[in-house]
């Protein structure tokens, strides 16, 4: 059993902004159903001002990866793109109060389906993001390193089971954690100078 | 209401059992190594439990019982314990693509020691059929090793004809029985298997207390250095409370079979007709050969670790095949062995029963549960009500 939140069982108890946006101009959709979870996240943003008026979502997964994408909602109604943009997936974690370790993907999801929702209202195709999102380096769940890269530099990791459980990449048949590792060397070396 | 459904987890310690537990817990705690009079009550104990365990998986000489701490335990020593005996050459192992994790996981080990581990594949039903084993089987063959019962879906392999076939080829046999006992009618006489584990906590003994049953004359050698406790077979001071404990829950367990296999069947048919009957749900076990009180449902759409915290949320206790209940990132190896579909594994929910279950708590459990699903899947982004 997991040990989660009050605020992560409230979140999946009452989820907030539940549903489809008819009006969104500014969809986002990550994840897959054989990778166990998948995020839909619907922004309506005004052309005008980029403030994003309204935001709601839908999620096939587990209770943390619901909270993860109801708070993700409440957190950037009423913030424009370039400030909602900053959330990162610490920022979620924190406003959820916290999750298991090997939970924190959700949360790495939640500030993916905003880029993606964020790329898809400035018609940003997903074929070109693709181009944007690098190589890929897990097959099994499908993760890039330009993914790997940011949660590594953004959370300070310095291990593979981290990043596995920031990232799912590895967590399967395991056959990229050399080069997972690489990836988490070449960072750390980058930010820290050694 | 509390109701609890995850009987193949873990069950209830009878009262019947507590009670054969508790002198041992309190004033006769000698040890049943020692010499002196105050031992004679453990080591009577002792003998006595192995009599009724011996008596349950219809073993021919008391002395092919070993008490051990748990299911996983009987497993390895029976494995590891005859391979490292085995003087013949033969060097395969044979083993099915559904074991439990006690079992499955040795196939490294295995390896390591010089042995070809051959995975039985299972049918869409999680089935081993006898064909698969005809396939692979041959005098290198060591060791058969095939669960009774599966975990997962409840689904019982062809375990007669495993032994008999394995028998020809001159290899020996161990079954993983754990989900097994207590629930079908086990018999090593009837079905000559060299080696069966069992566990306690499965049946109402509590937990950390476990039995291997080993056939005389089954080469063997003890890996647990240490005393000469099991006849020099499992080192370590007896667990003498735990092990009277089982001795009566098997005596009971064996009492309940007849219940178990009419009254508990029913209320599993009733709980597991009203969840099909659920929109887009499907039954991982298979439909006929399976213990009498397990279920495996998949609700398609929604993912396994939401719909067990909404279930605790109105009490009720059962288990998915989903990777998000687990620090694996994986689902059920035993879901997708039978060729689920990832996303169906994710979403699979096992619900089994006891002798303890009730059919208002069933009845209680059919009302909730479309609800239940309902309500996780007006989350998903696959669902659209039409």
């Keep these: 059993m997991w040990d989660y939140s009050d605020k992560v069982m409230d979140y999946f108890r009452n989820p907030r902004n539940m549903g489809e946006l008819p009006d969104a ?53 009423g913030k424009t793109i370039e400030e909602a943009l900053k959330v990162t997936n610490k920022d979620i974690v924190e406003a959820l109060g916290g999750l298991p370790q090997a939970k924190f993907h959700c949360s790495v999801m939640g500030s993916e389906a905003l880029e993606a929702a964020v790329n898809d209202y400035r ?23 330009k993914l790997i890269e940011k949660v590594v530099r953004e959370n300070h990791l310095t291990t593979v089971d981290e990043v596995t459980a920031y990232t799912k990449a590895g967590g399967a ?21 050694a | 209401m509390f109701v609890y459904l995850d009987n193949n987890a873990t069950t209830k310690v009878a009262d019947e059992v507590l009670e054969e537990m508790l002198p041992y817990l309190k004033e006769e705690y000698g040890n049943a190594s020692s010499m002196y009079e105050f031992a004679r009550k453990p080591i009577k104990a002792l003998e006595r439990a192995r009599a009724k365990v011996a ?23 029976a494995i590891l314990g005859f391979l490292g005996a085995l003087r013949e050459k033969r060097d395969e192992v044979v083993i099915s693509d559904v074991e439990h994790p006690a079992v499955f996981n040795l196939r490294k080990p295995l390896e390591k020691l010089g042995f070809k581990v051959r995975v039985l594949p299972v049918n869409k039903n999680g089935l081993v059929e006898i064909g698969a084993l005809r396939e692979v089987i041959s005098e290198k063959t060591a060791l058969v090793s095939v669960m009774y019962a599966n975990n997962e879906t409840g689904n019982l392999m062809p375990i007669a004809e495993i032994t008999s076939l394995a028998h020809e080829f001159g290899a020996h046999v161990h079954t993983d029985a754990v989900q097994a006992a207590g629930k079908i009618k086990l018999d090593v006489t009837r079905i000559p298997v060299d080696m069966l584990s069992i566990s306690g906590h499965k049946l109402h003994a509590p937990k950390g207390v476990g039995a291997l049953y080993l056939r005389r004359g089954t080469p063997f050698v003890s890996f647990l250095a240490g005393g000469h406790q099991e006849r020099g077979r499992r080192a370590g001071t007896e667990n003498i409370a735990s092990i009277a404990g089982f001795g009566k829950a098997c005596e009971l367990a064996d009492k309940f079979l007849p219940y178990e296999n009419s009254e508990i069947k029913r209320l599993r048919d009733k709980l597991e007709k009203a969840l099909l009957e659920i929109p887009y749900s499907y039954l991982n076990s298979d439909p006929d050969s399976r213990t009498p009180n397990t279920t495996n449902v998949s609700f398609e759409f929604i993912e396994g670790e939401a719909i067990l915290l909404s279930m605790s949320d109105k009490g009720i206790c059962a288990s998915t095949g989903s990777a998000c209940s687990s620090e694996s990132l994986e689902p059920s190896h035993v879901l997708l062995a039978q060729g689920l579909d990832r996303k169906l594994a994710h979403s699979a929910v096992r619900f089994s029963l006891s002798r303890y279950t009730t059919e208002k708590e069933i009845d209680y459990v059919i009302g909730e549960m479309p609800g239940i699903i309902a309500r996780i899947r007006s989350m998903s982004p696959f669902w659209h009500e039409n």
Excluded: H, W
Aim: charge should be negative; charged fraction near 25%.
């Design chain 1, 25 to 77: 101009n500014g969809v986002g959709k990550v994840g897959s159903m054989a990778c166990g979870d998948v995020m839909y996240l619907y922004l309506k943003i005004d052309p005008k001002t980029e403030v994003i008026e309204k935001a709601t979502f839908k999620t096939f997964g587990c209770a943390s990866a619901i909270a993860s994408a109801s708070i993700l909602t409440e957190m950037v109604i």
């Design chain 1, 123 to 145: 018609g940003i195709k997903p074929e070109e993001k693709e181009e944007l999102e690098g190589k890929l380096v897990c097959r099994c769940f499908a993760v890039t390193d």
């Design chain 1, 173 to 193: 048949c395991g056959s990229c954690k050399n080069e997972i590792q690489e990836i988490i060397d070449r960072v750390n070396k980058g930010c820290c100078g």
């Design chain 2, 55 to 77: 008596g349950f998986l219809g073993a021919a000489y008391e002395d092919e019982v070993i008490f051990t701490s748990c299911g996983s335990e009987s497993d390895s020593t």
